[in-house]
């Protein structure tokens, strides 16, 4: 039977004006159900990032990997070991994959993520900071005793006879390498006779395994421009060189030189007597580094902005602003500056409280509106990725996995 006229133009009139009340079939998962998901053995497949609850934090595959190669790439041409630095990302499925390109293990700032990335079956550990207190330096030779390939630094003798006797009473050999100070600004013992007498020292010990020399100048990392930078980290880094050159003259074992940040990398790869780098946020990035400027120019475009956070646009009531779900509790607020808006392009982002953030539109690409996902670049990699538990692992628009933060708390 043929619908009548009112019957056709009621029809007709729900067809006409559905879609635009309609909402789209909910597909809206929170955490529990994308790990049931995942938990079942079919990936995640058909998740989106539109899916996903925000603020989260995702990881750009495609950036990620072209980071990964570029740095074990370098490493190789220079005929250098890479370490990649663990406390940028605080996850042991990226540590598996920079191992996976060739890196030695992984450096890491704290006895926890020393410990998570061992239990996720990661080695070559060097832990980069003095490990003193009682509780540090037992976990130490706990681990010490499960990877006994685990290196320590140490900048003090106390601290080395501190370690000394515990490796003895466990009946294990730490390896440790002298923590040499570029600028006297963080820890480590000021370079020439004073590190060479304690390479000495420690040498005597016998629980102890000298096996280089640290020196990291996180001063020069972040030095505006090429030649600058270059000239920053020459000057600083040549006394700590010194000293491990006079550590070799004296037959002391220190086959170890390990230094070097992201935006040193082809720097200190060039100084003489470096054997491995130590970098870790090339495989982020964030805001900061982006502003260091390369070899090419005012930007520092030799790794690509791998760390998003996605947010969702919740209120729109003007033409020129907008509001996000992403604010302070969603970034590292450590710099005087915020996030960059990295998709849509045009926007500009102001921090508005706790749980706000603030959209400038006067340049935007096109008209935002509510519920649109907007991509931040971090401003800070390292203390950003701490704020989560996960990350999402996205290709395009798509959630390929989810990657746990684990060697995040217990900073
Ligand atoms: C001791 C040490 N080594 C290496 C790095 C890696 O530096 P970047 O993240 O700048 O590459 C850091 C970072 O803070 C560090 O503290």
Known sequence: MRPSRREWLRVGLHAAVAPAIMIPQARAYDIGEIEAKLAKGNGIDGVTKDDLPTPSLLLDLDAFE???QRMASHSAEAELELRPHAKTHKCSEIAKRQVGAGALGVCVATVREAEAMAAAGIGGLLLTSESVGLNKIHRLIRLCERRPDTMAVVDHIDNARQLDEAARASGVRLNVLIDVDPLGRRTGVPPGSKAVSLAEAVDRLTGLRLRGVHGYCGASSHVKGFAERKAHSAKYMAPV????????????????????STG?????????????????????????????GGRGGDIYDDFRPALHVLATVISKNHDDIATVDAGLKAFATDRDFGPE?????????????????????????????LGDKIELVVPHCDPNVNLYDRMYCVRGDHVQQVWEIDARGHV
């Open 241 to 260: 060189l010194e000293s491990h050159a006079a550590m070799l003259k004296k037959g002391l074992p220190v086959e170890i030189m390990s230094g070097a």
């Open 264 to 292: 040193t990398y082809n720097i200190d790869s060039d100084l003489k007597g470096m054997t491995e780098l130590q970098v870790g946020s090339y495989v982020l990035m964030d805001v900061d580094y982006r502003a260091i």
């Open 66 to 68: 072209a980071n990964v």
């Open 341 to 369: 808006v990295a998709r849509p392009t045009g926007l500009t982002y102001a921090f508005r409280g706790d749980e706000h953030g603030a959209l400038m539109l006067a340049d935007s690409e096109r008209e935002i509106v």
